[in-house]
């Protein structure tokens, strides 16, 4: 027991205190703006805000642990957290209920999980595992990593989860390319995905899914239907203007107008209650974050380490870049929650595990510097 201890507090003080405090800062901030959020849609801003707080409080202890547990042990154990992954995504598609058409969520009594969520992980870690003992410099690798990928995305798919789908796909792109994958072959994989759009959206694309790229070209061909939910935000973000309107009174939310506001759309209760000014300060926080993810992995030099750390930066960075874009509608609408702002456990905890491996990476690294390695 003494040893533990001595070794936690040896990690704790070579931690990086910038990661930790820009993490800590915006899911602060996100626990906020769901109590206002949902103090608006039905009454229970302090319930959500304390589920969300409880949730916040054990992803750090196991970001803590994971950081001590470290990063080797895990992509030791990659393969098999990946058939793991694969074994609960299977499950979901097979056993979990259907809520608002889709099949997301499993459930052990009161307690609920998103599989897809944790499965980022699982791929980030197998996928630096294969890449760096395989380099994708050839076709043979590359379509076994290819082959990867196809599993999960498969899986989320039928669900049907386009928006875990794309970030896999993201994610797994952003690691080829860290990997050193030859560009005419990642260039084949974008040419490829393009002339497949007609076919997805055609014969893949459900109903709804067709409807949320029909209205991010024109909000206004279904203002009370699939549009609304984009028209609304858009209205939410441009009524917060330069100071905001300020804590808890926001209309939009407050009188209803905006759908799933402590989820999907938390940006746009942020914008209208902080305005443009608090805009500035969130994406500083998260260019910072994402800054500092990627200086931990270009000074890492374990070559499995820069793949990893590559896909943990790729996942944040796409994520924040969706939720905001759908949010003023410069993206289609994909309900990807907003890194540490949108309510949910699944999405905090699995975020905060991948800080913690970062953090394992550059604990590693600062204390060969200091031991002179």
Same mark, same amino acid.
């Given at each position: ?26 899911? /602060? ?13 039905? &009454? ?23 950081? %001590? ?8 154990? #990659? ?5 793991? #992954? ?35 992980? $699982?791929?980030?870690?197998? +996928?630096?595992? %294969? /890449? ?6 050839? /076709?043979?690798? %590359?379509? #076994? ?9 498969? +899986? ?6 386009? &928006? ?28 490829? #995905? ?30 009370? !239907? ?12 441009? *009524? ?6 300020? @804590?808890?009174?926001?209309?939009? $939310? ?20 902080? &305005? ?18 990627? %200086? ?11 793949? /990893? ?13 969706? *939720? ?15 890194? @540490?702002?949108?309510?949910? !456990? *699944?999405?905090? +905890? ?5 800080? !913690? ?10 204390? !060969? ?5």
């Amino acid at each position: 027991m003494d040893f533990f201890w001595t070794s936690l507090r040896k990690d704790l003080s070579l931690a990086d205190r910038i990661l930790f405090f820009c993490a800590l800062m915006l899911s /602060l901030w996100g626990v906020f703006c769901i109590y206002s959020a949902a103090s608006g849609t039905a &009454g229970r801003g302090f319930d959500f805000a304390f589920r969300q707080t409880a949730w916040l409080v054990f992803s750090f202890f196991m970001m803590i642990l994971v950081m %001590f547990i470290g990063h080797r042990k895990l992509l030791d154990n #990659a393969y098999a957290l990946f058939g793991l #992954a694969l074994l609960l995504l299977l499950l979901t598609d097979l056993l979990a209920p259907k809520v608002n058409g889709a099949q997301s969520w499993l459930g052990f009594g009161s307690v609920r999980f998103q599989p897809s969520e944790f499965a980022k992980v $699982s791929i980030i870690l197998v +996928l630096s595992k %294969f /890449l760096s003992r395989y380099p994708p410099l050839d /076709l043979k690798t %590359f379509f #076994a990593a290819l082959g990867i990928i196809f599993l999960p995305v498969l +899986l989320v798919l039928l669900q049907p989860d386009a &928006g875990s789908a794309l970030v896999y796909l993201v994610i797994s792109f952003i690691m080829l390319f860290a990997a050193g994958t030859p560009l005419k072959y990642l260039g084949t994989i974008i040419g490829l #995905a393009l002339s497949a759009i007609p076919f997805l959206i055609i014969f893949v694309l459900k109903e709804y899914q067709k409807n949320r790229l029909l209205v991010f070209l024109d909000p206004m061909r279904d203002p009370l !239907g699939a549009g609304y939910n984009v028209i609304q935000s858009k209205i939410a973000v441009g *009524s917060g203007e330069i100071t905001g309107k300020g @804590f808890m009174l926001g209309t939009q $939310s407050k009188l209803k107008f905006l759908p799933e506001p402590h989820t999907d759309f938390i940006f746009s209760v942020f914008s209208e209650e902080f &305005g443009f000014i608090g805009n500035m300060i969130l994406i500083f926080l998260f260019t910072v974050l994402l800054f500092r993810i990627i %200086f931990i992995g270009i000074s890492s030099k374990d070559r499995r380490c820069k793949i /990893l750390v590559s896909g943990v930066a790729a996942w944040l960075w796409f994520q924040m870049l969706e *939720s905001i874009g759908m949010s003023i509608g410069l993206l289609p609408v994909t309900g990807l929650p907003l890194p @540490f702002l949108s309510y949910g !456990g *699944s999405s905090l +905890l699995s975020i905060f595990i991948s800080l !913690g491996i970062v953090a394992s990476v550059y604990i590693e690294e600062e204390a !060969g510097s200091h031991s002179g390695i």
